[in-house]
């Protein structure tokens, strides 16, 4: 069957009436978990920066089409390029943390964890003159052992964290947690918005954004999206990454099966995939899509904003 044409067929039923939350995870490519042995070496021999052009040719996809998003972005991109961070900024996006220099919060100490969000919150901020109060940890690693980041996150002036991927996966996922915007701290004024999940025959899996994205047919991603707005009333979390629309990138050689897969399957194609998703549903940044600012987030569930598109 022509995968296109079949891919098609099962988007015809195009747009919900919700809004969902677009995000982009600002990083190099070497700062994915399956890149992560030659993260060491970035900027040097062989392996070269390439977050600065990937990253613009993301924002020019979404100034074309409207789209505003939220960009989670290191410190450590940042400190190279300024001038990318205040794009986001001027173009009405949202500017949030993917912490400084994307190690997982499972490998760090809570005054190391300290540092590292302090560091990228300034950085971000001197960049681009804009208050930063929403978080995302690097690779989802909020979970059971790491609920200690909260307090911290609090102290160092952040709002909001969307860190948590309510699942089993072999690197994140904390299951059992609740699905839709809670807080997560008693007496403290943060919310945290989990990664999207969908239930399906019973059971809670993941898919829609990401990797997953990327990997699965175009139809079955959309199918899941709309089935989050749908069936179950809540605005979808998508996300990816500027490397994922960098179908040039290197590839590096001696990696294992799964992080070729994870890592360069279908490159080529999220690009005109982004496009399609960006017709076929409705998008805005999380602290307008989730109404981060409301004092109404006092349980489980999300107060959603009127969708006024
Ligand atoms: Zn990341």
Not at 229 to 236: I, K, L, R
Not at 254 to 269: A, E, W
């Amino acid at each position: 069957m022509n995968t296109a044409k079949s891919e098609r067929d099962l988007s015809l039923s195009r747009t919900t009436s919700c809004r969902n939350a677009m995000s982009v995870d600002v990083e190099d490519y070497f700062h994915a978990e399956a890149l992560l042995r030659i993260r060491g070496d970035a900027g040097t021999t062989g392996v070269p920066l390439r977050f600065e052009a990937s990253t613009n040719k993301v924002l020019d996809l979404f100034a074309a089409r409207g789209v505003k998003a939220t960009f989670f972005t290191l410190g450590w991109v940042a400190e190279r390029a300024p001038g990318l961070v205040r794009r986001i900024v001027d173009e009405g996006h949202e500017l949030a943390a993917h912490g400084y220099a994307h190690v997982r919060i499972s490998e760090q100490s809570p005054e190391a964890f300290r540092e590292d969000i302090r560091r990228a919150k300034h950085a971000l901020e001197d960049a681009s003159g804009a208050p930063v109060r929403g978080y995302r940890a690097p690779t989802f690693s909020i979970g059971a052992e790491t609920r200690w980041a909260y307090p911290i996150l609090v102290e160092e002036g952040f709002a909001w964290s969307s860190s948590v991927y309510p699942v089993h996966h072999d690197l994140y996922g904390m299951p059992g947690s609740p699905r839709t915007p809670y807080r997560p701290l008693n007496g403290a004024d943060i919310l945290e918005i989990p990664m999207s999940t969908v239930k399906v025959g019973g059971r809670i899996v993941q898919g829609g954004g990401g990797g997953y994205f990327r990997l699965l047919p175009y139809g079955l991603s959309s199918w899941l999206i709309r089935r989050v707005n749908t069936v179950e009333a809540q605005p979808f979390m998508f996300y990816f990454h500027p490397w994922e629309v960098d179908a040039d990138q290197p590839r590096i050689s001696d990696l294992s099966l799964k992080s070729r897969i994870r890592h360069y399957t279908n490159l080529s194609r999220m690009e005109a995939r982004l496009e399609r998703l960006m017709e076929d549903f409705s998008w805005g940044r999380v602290d307008d899509v989730f109404n981060v600012a409301s004092s109404k987030h006092t349980g489980d569930a999300v107060v959603q904003k009127e969708d006024v598109l």
